[in-house]
C-alpha cells in the first residue's frame, strides 16, 4: 500500500489559514485517488474532500465547501490541502488517506473506500 506523512498543522486564530501536505512513499500514488478526513475529539472521522487521481474531479464537504480547497502533485507524490478562513469547528487531526484501488473516479467517498492512510496532523483553530 503507499505510505503517506501528513505535515502542516498547527495553531491558528480563526479567519486564518493553513496547509496541509499529505507526502507519499514509492512512485504510485498518482494511480491513486486521494482525500482528507478529519476527527475532532469524541467525534467520528469525518470526509472533508477528495481528489481523483488525474486531479479531474474534486469533491468537497458542505461543512468545508468554498474554504479548502484540495489539490495534488503527482510529479511530487504531495497531496495538499489548502484551508482558509478556518472556524474553531475544523479544529480536529487531519488525516490523509489514498484509495484502495487505482484509477477510480467515484463520489459519495467513505472512509472504506480508503486502504492506505497517514497518522494525522493537529489542526487547531482557536476563536
Known amino acids: 500500500q503507499v505510505q503517506l506523512v501528513e505535515s502542516g498543522g498547527g495553531l491558528v486564530q480563526a479567519g486564518g489559514s493553513l496547509r496541509l501536505s499529505c507526502a507519499a512513499s514509492g512512485r504510485t500514488m498518482f494511480k491513486h485517488s486521494m482525500a482528507w478526513f478529519r476527527q475532532a475529539p469524541g467525534k467520528e472521522r469525518e470526509f472533508a474532500a477528495a481528489?481523483?487521481?488525474?486531479?479531474?474531479?474534486?469533491y468537497y464537504a458542505d461543512s468545508v465547501k468554498g474554504r479548502f480547497t484540495i489539490s495534488r502533485d503527482n510529479d511530487k507524490n504531495t497531496m495538499f490541502l489548502q484551508m482558509d478562513s478556518l472556524k474553531p469547528e475544523d479544529t480536529a487531526v487531519y488525516y490523509c488517506?489514498?484509495?484502495?484501488?487505482?484509477?477510480?473516479?467515484?463520489?459519495?467517498?467513505?472512509?472504506?473506500?480508503?486502504?492506505?492512510w497517514g497518522q494525522g496532523t493537529q489542526v487547531t483553530v482557536s476563536s
Open positions: 481528489i481523483t487521481w488525474n486531479a479531474n474531479s474534486k
Open positions: 488517506a489514498a484509495d484502495t484501488v487505482q484509477f477510480r473516479s467515484k463520489s459519495n467517498w467513505q472512509k472504506s473506500d480508503f486502504g492506505s
